[in-house]
């Protein structure tokens, strides 16, 4: 009971002070237009910017372009992970492919992304699909390389066992590879979602395909700066909630591993 | 791994040693070279105009890049997220390590950096430009403005982190604070902190080629963004190639700093699974 009572005042304490420092860092930003220091021009009052905020949360075309943005991101990121799954399987199981793939893997997972946006362009055109490439791109690397790992660490006691037991190759993926690549499948699966959403941000600013990204840079190029803080706070929630979600997934996929299990013992 | 474990114990002989050396030799450059064999083989019997061959590639990519055209627009470039790498290591590092020993700083900033980390960095560049104007600061702070997040929240981190009963030995020895924070703490932390300088630098290469791309009338991602809207293909791929080189320069770079600073590190790890 003691124990619960002080786990309890310090979450008390921890979610006290979290929401003092957003209403202080709230009003820091409301005062900086108020006393002059910015132009209001320039940094927009917090309340224009929350007003804006609901009046577009009201509107269907903000809803729209927010589900084309969202629309692209689960494409990308679905394209991305099933590919990387399979072939992050299969190279990191065989030996000999880890070894040949190893350099060229080195050497085209460091390119940035939006060194494609060119050649999207002109591949596609300003449609989601120009978009797709370079979200599936940038994704794609982050799920790979934690299937690869997490396929390699299979314990050797284990593989050793479950290939005396005779598990056939299907059981054998089935009750070892799965269960120790799982976690690092759900880490690169959460990084992945992140830069999924960066990506396909970044693309509809650049290119210009319909979406969050898009009504970004309009409102940047009409001069209307409380829009534009108010479309960087919807991106900034909108990955919050991304990182919450995935968190979340990983935990309740992984509720039987040892990294959870150990948290919630303490 | 398994090359390793099959030599130890048994004298190696020059000639098993050559045949390793040409054996990691075929395995590091053989895909590569398949694919660009590939590449060419495509560019020569298609008509397909965007993907133009690795020669005409490799061509376009002296004429272009090497001359003034360096001076001009790819040192600036690099410069800037040199700079801009620097200053959001620097501060990253201090007020990472601040927040990190200060309990309830910690507990009042949380959840507003986590939102900030939560922003996608490039959204900002609309916000730094309204700020600052389309400058040479603009673009460093541009690039601060993305990559300080993961140095920061991974410093705060690997700081909390630290052995309690290590810092508790430290205070009963009368160690200082000072150096407590050097030799204790920040060694405690430079894993994490890693981590974060190295999310910080595909973000920062990021940064810099979007905000080329959007402001400014040089530098890397401007000149790119020119040639593909004046369908120069080959000189276009050429900046994608350029790209990628830098790419792979940063994080070799990344990783030879990395292997000395966690040095320790690795070693420990090696003995624990060992």
Not at chain 1, 18 to 46: E, K, M, N, R, S
């Amino acid at each position: 009971m003691a124990v619960r009572s002080t786990r309890h005042r310090r979450w008390l304490r921890k979610t006290t002070l979290g929401i003092a420092g957003l209403v202080g860092f709230l009003t820091v930003w409301q005062l900086i237009p108020t006393l002059g220091i910015v132009d209001a021009q320039y940094l927009p009052h917090v309340t224009d910017v929350a007003v804006r905020l609901v009046n577009e949360l009201r509107d269907l075309a903000f809803w729209r372009r927010l589900g084309d943005t969202m629309t692209a991101w689960a494409i990308g990121l679905a394209i991305a992970s099933s590919a990387a799954v399979a072939l992050g399987t299969v190279v990191g199981l065989v030996p000999f492919l880890r070894r040949a793939t190893h350099t060229t893997v080195e050497f085209l997972r460091p390119i940035p992304s939006v060194a494609l946006i060119p050649l999207a362009v002109l591949m596609f055109g300003i449609r989601m699909q120009a978009a797709l490439v370079i979200i599936v791109f940038a994704s794609f690397w982050q799920v790979f390389v934690q299937v690869i790992y997490g396929v390699a660490d299979i314990d050797a006691v284990a593989r050793d066992t479950a290939r005396s037991f005779g598990l056939t190759r299907r059981a054998q993926l089935r009750h070892l590879v799965l269960p120790t690549a799982l976690p690092y499948l759900m880490t690169g699966l959460r990084l992945a979602a992140a830069v999924a959403l960066i990506l396909a941000i970044t693309a509809e600013m650049v290119i210009g395909n319909p979406g969050l990204g898009r009504m970004i840079e309009l409102s940047r190029s009409a001069g209307d700066a409380v829009g534009l803080y108010a479309l960087v706070v919807v991106t900034g929630l909108l990955g919050l909630t991304i990182n919450i979600v995935f968190r979340f997934i990983e935990r309740r996929t992984l509720s039987w591993h040892q990294s959870i299990r150990g948290e919630e013992v303490l | 791994m398994t090359t390793q474990a099959t030599t130890v114990g048994r004298p190696s002989r020059a000639r098993g040693v050559l045949h390793r050396i040409t054996a990691s030799f075929l395995f590091a450059t053989g895909l590569p070279v398949i694919l660009v064999a590939a590449w060419a083989a495509y560019s020569t019997y298609s008509a397909n105009r965007f993907f133009p061959g690795p020669l005409t590639v490799l061509d376009a990519f002296v004429d272009t890049w090497v001359g003034p055209a360096f001076l001009e627009d790819v040192v600036p470039s690099l410069l800037r997220l040199a700079g801009g790498i620097l200053v959001s290591i620097v501060v990253g590092v201090v007020a990472g390590t601040v927040i990190g020993l200060v309990h309830w700083l910690r507990d009042l900033t949380e959840p507003v950096l986590e939102f900030f980390r939560a922003i996608p960095p490039p959204v900002l560049i609309p916000i730094v430009m309204l700020l600052l104007g389309i400058t040479d600061t603009m673009k460093l702070v541009v690039i601060v403005s993305g990559a300080i997040w993961p140095i920061l929240l991974n410093t705060i981190e690997g700081v909390r982190s630290t052995d309690s009963v290590m810092i508790e030995t430290a205070r009963a020895f009368g160690i200082t604070r000072a150096e407590r924070l050097w030799f204790l703490v920040l060694p405690a932390a430079s894993p994490r902190i890693m981590t974060g300088v190295r999310q910080a630098l595909s973000v920062a290469l990021i940064l810099m080629v979007i905000s080329e791309m959007f402001a400014s009338s040089s530098g890397l991602g401007y000149r790119i963004a020119y040639f593909q809207r004046n369908y120069l293909i080959a000189q276009m791929w050429s900046g994608v190639l350029l790209l990628g080189l830098i790419g792979v320069f940063l994080a070799t770079v990344f990783g030879i700093v990395e292997r000395r600073v966690l040095r320790w590190y690795h070693g420990i790890k090696e003995v624990d699974r060992g």
